[in-house]
Structure formats: C-alpha cells, structure tokens
Nanobody, 124 residues
Framework: QVQLVESGGGLVQAGGSLRLSCAASGRTFSFNVMGWFRQAPGKDREFVAACTRGGDRLYYADFVKGRFTVSRDNAKNAVYLEMHSLKVEDTAVYYC?????????????????WGQGTQVTVSS
C-alpha cells in the first residue's frame, strides 16, 4: 500500500511564493517518476511538473516554466514543488502523484498513486 500526503498549501497574494511537500510511505522502492498535477474549479486536472528517480530529468508544463521548481529527496521519499511569482490562475488543488513505469511523465494515466491534494489559493 502506498500513501501520499501533501502539505504546504494555503492562501497567498499574487506574486507570492509557496512550497508544497509530498511525503510518501509504503512500497517506495517501486517509485520512478514523482510529480505534481493540479485541478482548478470547473477544469480538468492538468500536469504541472515531474521529476525522475535520479532527479536527472525534470518536466514542466509551459505555464509554470521559470516560476515553479520540482525536486525530490529519495532518502525521505518526498517530492517538493517550489512555486514563485504565483498568479491568480494558479489557484487549484495540487496533487502529488507517483508512477512506477518511468514512461509518460506528463500523462495522468501513467501514474499509479495519488495523494488527496492540497489547496492553493492565490488572491489578487
């Protein structure tokens, strides 16, 4: 059994920063890519960022490039998302996800495990 628990969400003003964390437990030896997705009200869930096991490959959605940074700490079974220059349109529930295959890092269907999500609200 795998559990993913996100933290670090909250309310921030536009232009501000937040750091999301995701702690994993369970069959962590099977983890390959760890990533982040988000879902805004009334919209589909979308890919945000992902990191391979060794941290050698990072993936970002175009709308976060230059503002968000994904990283992971395998010793702690954790993945992080540093978010800067936040915009109102970044408001969403942010989900941590893990995949074991290593294929399709930006595709939701490739991910095996999901967290419950953490709310990020950016005010104008």
């Amino acid at each position: 059994q795998v559990q993913l628990v996100e933290s670090g969400g909250g309310l921030v003003q536009a232009g501000g920063s937040l750091r999301l964390s995701c702690a994993a437990s369970g069959r962590t030896f099977s983890f390959n890519v760890m990533g982040w997705f988000r879902q805004a009200p009334g919209k589909d869930r979308e890919f945000v960022a992902a990191c391979t096991r060794g941290g050698d490959r990072l993936y970002y959605a175009d709308f976060v490039k230059g503002r968000f940074t994904v990283s992971r700490d395998n010793a702690k079974n954790a993945v992080y998302l540093e978010m800067h220059s936040l915009k109102v349109e970044d408001t969403a529930v942010y989900y941590c996800a893990v995949q074991t295959s290593g294929i399709g890092a930006t595709e939701q269907r490739s991910y095996n495990y999901w967290g419950q999500g953490t709310q990020v609200t950016v005010s104008s």
